[in-house]
Nanobody, 126 residues
Framework: QVQLVESGGGSVQAGGSLRLSCTAS????????MGWFRQAPGKEREGVAA???????RYAGSVKGRFTISRDNAKNTLYLQMSSLKPEDTAMYYC????????????????????WGQGTQVTVSS
């Protein structure tokens, strides 16, 4: 069983920055597929950023150049650095993991993940 705990959400003005963290309770964390997703009210959950075992990254077009995903294997922690935030970035942000022996290719589809955190709210005001 993998437990994921997000933190770092909050309220910020447009143009500001936030860093989200996700701590995973699994010793195989470093080999897992990891990703960040978000869901705004009335909208479907969308993939924002993802990492594979080798560190390859993938981003949604709407956040490319503004968001950076990274991981600290020693701390079992995944990060999402968000800069130049826009009101349309307002959503609940979720950390996700796919427990696997080797993750080849960063994935932005929700069905590729089998563990989810509880979410952390990000609100960007104009």
């Amino acid at each position: 069983q993998v437990q994921l705990v997000e933190s770092g959400g909050g309220s910020v003005q447009a143009g500001g920055s936030l860093r989200l963290s996700c701590t995973a309770s699994v010793y195989t964390y470093s080999r897992n597929c990891m990703g960040w997703f978000r869901q705004a009210p009335g909208k479907e959950r969308e993939g924002v950023a993802a990492l594979d075992t080798d560190g390859s990254m993938r981003y949604a077009g709407s956040v490319k150049g503004r968001f950076t995903i990274s991981r600290d294997n020693a701390k079992n922690t995944l990060y999402l650095q968000m800069s130049s935030l826009k009101p349309e970035d307002t959503a609940m942000y979720y950390c996700a993991a796919r427990s696997t022996a080797y993750c080849r290719g960063a994935r932005l589809a929700a069905f590729d993940y089998n563990y989810w955190g509880q979410g952390t709210q990000v609100t960007v005001s104009s």
